[in-house]
């Protein structure tokens, strides 16, 4: 007689465990075998005939050091590190590392470094930041020039137009020009002269002055009109070559006047070939090329004429009509007067001009 039990058994299949005796005569299967040897570079799998298998793979891993990148394995079993991190933090003022447990580190330096302001020198890394070393020194020696630094650019420096000492006692003043100290002018006085012509009209005369940086693109404009009568003899006669002209330009600053620009403009000559001075009806004419007139001055018109129709106009342009360097102090007149040395035509113009900044000057007298 035969008796079912549930005793252990084996149903011949290796991947099931713990077979039973089901009571019926059976064998019963038990749960899996734990396959997995804990190697991610394996891929484990159950054989029924042979129980587990496991076979390498290529699969992505980690081996344990923080200072690879994607890990992989190699086919046999084992992890294999990859390519190093990229520990750059762009930052010269750390140095850079990798640590096996903590990947990358960045220690701060105290190495060179440039700070990106072109107006520092001798930057230095401080608690992981280029901190600013010495000013740089924009100092070119020149008088003549004002020196100042653009954080993007570095040192500049820009003519100017200020008074200088060009070494000779018989000049005076001297002024800058060009980045140079030219001597100055002898036939302008330091302060106007009195008893000059003064416009008769409001708004009877006009300035008009631009300042460039080279002097190339300098320009004058000055236009007079008189609101009495003006005689063609009271300009004497530049055409005979008799009559010389001296063209003055001040400012002031705190009420006391300074000379700023100066130009002698001769009787006779010869400009382009032809006489410099033209003689009209009604007064007198001159012309030139302002590129080579020794005062910058390409035109001077002097025109006679009853009440509100005599005028004066002189008009410059270039390097050589040494404009000062703008803004002007106007504290509280810019005088400009042509004088002849016997007769003296003047116009005032009264602070706050018009317009009056860096490289332009534009005003209009306001009184009789």
Same mark, same amino acid.
């Given at each position: ?8 058994? /084996?149903?011949?299949?290796? =991947?099931?465990?713990?077979?039973? =005796? ?11 075998? /734990? ?52 520990? +750059? ?8 590392? =990798? #640590?096996? &447990? ?6 701060? +330096? ?9 107006? *520092?020198? @001798?930057?230095? =890394?401080?608690?992981?930041?280029? $901190? ?10 020149? $008088? ?11 040192? @500049? ?17 001297? $002024? ?17 002269? !009195? &008893? ?6 409001? /708004?009877?005369?006009?300035? %008009? ?10 320009? %004058? ?6 609101? *009495?009568?003006? %005689? ?23 009420? *006391? ?12 000559g010869t400009c382009k070939g032809s006489p410099c001075w033209r003689e009209s009806v009604g007064g007198f004419l001159y012309k030139s090329r302002a590129v080579s007139d020794p005062a910058g001055i390409e035109l001077i018109q002097l025109r006679s004429g009853e ?12 390097? /050589? ?15 400009? @007067? ?9 116009? !005032? ?13 534009? #005003? ?5």
């Amino acid at each position: 007689m035969h008796t079912n039990n549930t005793a252990p058994c /084996n149903d011949g299949n290796a =991947c099931t465990t713990g077979d039973t =005796c089901d009571g019926a005569g059976h064998c019963l299967g038990g749960p899996p075998p /734990n396959c997995n040897d804990g190697n991610v570079c394996t891929t484990d799998s159950c054989n029924p005939a042979s129980g587990c298998v496991r076979t390498n793979n290529t699969a992505p891993c980690d081996d344990g050091n923080a200072c690879t990148t994607q890990d992989t394995c190699d086919g046999k079993g084992s992890c294999v590190g990859g390519s190093p991190p990229n520990c +750059n933090d762009g930052n010269v003022c750390t140095t850079d590392s =990798c #640590d096996r &447990a903590r990947g990358c580190l960045h220690a701060n +330096n105290t190495a060179p470094c440039d700070d990106g302001n072109a107006c *520092t020198t @001798q930057e230095t =890394c401080s608690a992981g930041r280029c $901190v600013g070393g010495l000013a740089l020194n924009c100092d070119d020696g020149n $008088v003549c020039t004002d020196d100042s630094c653009d954080p993007l650019a570095a040192c @500049q420096h820009r003519n100017n137009r200020v008074p200088c000492d060009d070494g000779d006692p018989t000049t005076a003043p001297d $002024v800058c020009s060009a980045g140079q100290c030219l001597g100055g002018l002898t036939d302008c006085p330091p302060a106007p002269v !009195d &008893a000059c012509m003064a416009p008769a009209l409001p /708004n009877g005369s006009t300035l %008009f002055m631009r300042d460039s940086a080279s002097g190339s693109g300098d320009g %004058f404009t000055w236009n007079w009109t008189s609101g *009495t009568p003006l %005689f063609k003899e009271d300009f004497g006669n530049p055409a005979d070559g008799h009559t010389t002209y001296v063209l003055c330009l001040y400012d002031e600053v705190g009420a *006391t006047p300074r000379l700023i620009m100066g130009h002698t403009i001769g009787a006779g000559g010869t400009c382009k070939g032809s006489p410099c001075w033209r003689e009209s009806v009604g007064g007198f004419l001159y012309k030139s090329r302002a590129v080579s007139d020794p005062a910058g001055i390409e035109l001077i018109q002097l025109r006679s004429g009853e009440a509100g129709q005599a005028l004066i106009r002189v008009r410059g342009r270039g390097r /050589n009509l040494q404009v000062p360097l703008l803004p002007l102090h106007q504290e509280n007149n810019v005088t400009v @007067q042509l004088n002849d040395g016997f007769a003296c035509w003047q116009a !005032d113009f009264l602070a706050p001009a018009t317009s009056n900044q860096v490289g332009r000057f534009t #005003d209009t007298t306001a009184e009789e």
